[in-house]
């Protein structure tokens, strides 16, 4: 009897250790990592997405629907229909009325022939340059957090100024980061070039001509340009006629006009708000050329669309006691972030100065 006792617990084991195997292997069954089928390549991925059908017509009607079916990587920096909305595009048909090559293009600088997480974007990372299919750069910019405020990152990531709204979409052959505006690129082109190319700033071009801004603006740069609209000045009363009779012995010039001009600057709407998170900028500051005013900016970031919209005014001194103007600014997103060659042109609904305020004294 005493004999068989150890036989039975030696049974019982068996089927034990039977069933340690089996879910051993069960286990490393799951561990394993297959590829998910579900994943499709770049062109029918966005062709499938209703917030990216308008991108997807993009890129049909440039005849890039192929390229994005090839092997990659690419990461597609992709703007939504709300994007395109914005710039007057509401429908496929509305690609037709551009030119080919100017649509391809555009597609082609929204497209980096490389895989780019947002892991891989430097943390706290100021324009970034990645190249472009259309062998232009775009410039990415990460705000993370100020260095004594790690604990809530903000994790704000740009492209050209674009907030990216949703980030590391899997695809097949890459990743697509979605954009809340279309990024505008004009490259052979300088700040000059653009803003002569488009009649609706041809009141404030005149007044660049005035005193003495224009020829510079074709210049190596770079340059960050505030350019109100025409409408912007007939509401003042201001027209073309009127700035030429203006006297650059008695009308500061350089107040007057110069003060929409950042030299040796290079930025974008967003990065006033970058400067805000990670150097706790409330405004940013910068000096006029040759005069003793202050040029201030601040920006405020849409907390449901990533929209970053700005204000800006001109100060006669940082410290009191000083004067200060009514401030001017954007709430179209769609108008700021013109890249040229050699700066940036973002869209002003307002003026910095009247005439009258500019006088020498």
Same mark, same amino acid.
């Given at each position: 009897?005493?004999?068989?006792?150890?036989?039975?617990?030696?049974?019982?084991? @068996?089927?034990?250790?039977?069933?340690?195997?089996?879910?051993?292997?069960?286990?490393?069954?799951?561990?394993?990592?297959?590829?998910?089928?579900?994943?499709?390549?770049?062109?029918?991925?966005?062709?499938?997405?209703?917030?990216?059908?308008?991108?997807?017509?993009?890129?049909?009607?440039?005849?890039?629907?192929?390229?994005?079916?090839?092997?990659?990587?690419?990461?597609?920096?992709?703007?939504?229909?709300?994007?395109?909305?914005?710039?007057?595009?509401?429908?496929?048909?509305?690609?037709?009325?551009?030119?080919?090559?100017?649509?391809?293009?555009?597609?082609?600088?929204?497209?980096?022939?490389?895989?780019?997480?947002?892991?891989?974007?430097?943390?706290?990372?100021?324009?970034?340059?990645?190249?472009?299919?259309?062998?232009?750069?775009?410039?990415?910019?990460?705000?993370?957090?100020?260095?004594?405020?790690?604990?809530?990152?903000?994790?704000?990531?740009?492209?050209?100024?674009?907030?990216?709204?949703?980030?590391?979409?899997?695809?097949?052959?890459?990743?697509?980061?979605?954009?809340?505006?279309?990024?505008?690129?004009?490259?052979?082109?300088?700040?000059?070039?653009?803003?002569?190319?488009?009649?609706?700033?041809?009141?404030?071009?005149?007044?660049?001509?005035?005193?003495?801004?224009?020829?510079?603006?074709?210049?190596?740069?770079?340059?960050?340009?505030?350019?109100?609209?025409?409408?912007?000045?007939?509401?003042?009363? @201001?027209?073309?006629?009127?700035?030429?009779?203006?006297?650059?012995?008695?009308?500061?010039?350089?107040?007057?006009?110069?003060?929409?001009?950042?030299?040796?600057?290079?930025?974008?709407?967003?990065?006033?708000?970058?400067?805000? @998170? @990670?150097?706790?900028?409330?405004?940013?500051?910068?000096?006029?050329?040759?005069?003793?005013?202050?040029?201030?900016?601040?920006?405020?970031?849409?907390?449901?669309?990533?929209?970053?919209?700005?204000?800006?005014?001109?100060?006669?001194?940082?410290?009191?006691?000083?004067?200060?103007?009514?401030?001017?600014?954007?709430?179209?997103?769609?108008?700021?972030?013109?890249?040229?060659?050699?700066?940036?042109?973002?869209?002003?609904?307002?003026?910095?100065?009247?005439?009258?305020?500019?006088?020498?004294?």
């Amino acid at each position: 009897m005493k004999n068989r006792k150890p036989i039975r617990n030696s049974l019982l084991i @068996i089927p034990a250790l039977l069933m340690l195997l089996f879910g051993a292997c069960k286990h490393d069954d799951l561990e394993i990592a297959k590829p998910n089928e579900n994943f499709r390549l770049a062109a029918d991925f966005i062709k499938n997405n209703y917030d990216l059908t308008l991108f997807s017509a993009a890129v049909e009607k440039s005849g890039m629907a192929e390229t994005l079916r090839g092997k990659g990587p690419f990461t597609l920096l992709a703007p939504s229909n709300t994007a395109f909305n914005e710039i007057g595009i509401s429908k496929a048909s509305d690609f037709d009325k551009m030119n080919p090559d100017s649509l391809k293009a555009l597609v082609r600088c929204h497209i980096l022939n490389q895989q780019l997480l947002f892991s891989q974007v430097p943390v706290n990372g100021v324009d970034i340059r990645y190249r472009t299919l259309a062998e232009t750069q775009v410039y990415a910019t990460l705000a993370s957090y100020a260095p004594n405020n790690s604990a809530y990152p903000a994790n704000n990531l740009y492209f050209n100024g674009s907030s990216v709204t949703r980030k590391d979409v899997t695809i097949a052959n890459g990743i697509i980061h979605v954009l809340n505006k279309v990024m505008k690129v004009t490259p052979n082109s300088t700040v000059r070039d653009w803003l002569a190319k488009r009649p609706q700033y041809s009141i404030f071009v005149s007044g660049l001509k005035k005193f003495g801004f224009w020829e510079r603006l074709s210049g190596a740069g770079p340059f960050t340009v505030f350019a109100p609209q025409n409408s912007v000045f007939e509401a003042q009363n @201001i027209t073309e006629a009127s700035i030429a009779a203006l006297d650059p012995a008695t009308h500061s010039g350089e107040r007057l006009f110069g003060s929409y001009i950042l030299h040796n600057k290079h930025f974008f709407i967003s990065d006033y708000n970058v400067f805000y @998170i @990670i150097n706790n900028e409330s405004a940013y500051n910068g000096q006029l050329d040759n005069d003793s005013w202050y040029f201030i900016i601040s920006t405020e970031r849409n907390f449901f669309t990533a929209a970053v919209t700005y204000s800006a005014h001109l100060q006669t001194a940082l410290d009191y006691p000083y004067d200060t103007y009514p401030a001017a600014g954007s709430t179209t997103p769609a108008l700021t972030d013109n890249l040229t060659d050699n700066g940036l042109v973002h869209d002003m609904q307002g003026l910095l100065l009247l005439p009258e305020q500019a006088l020498k004294h």
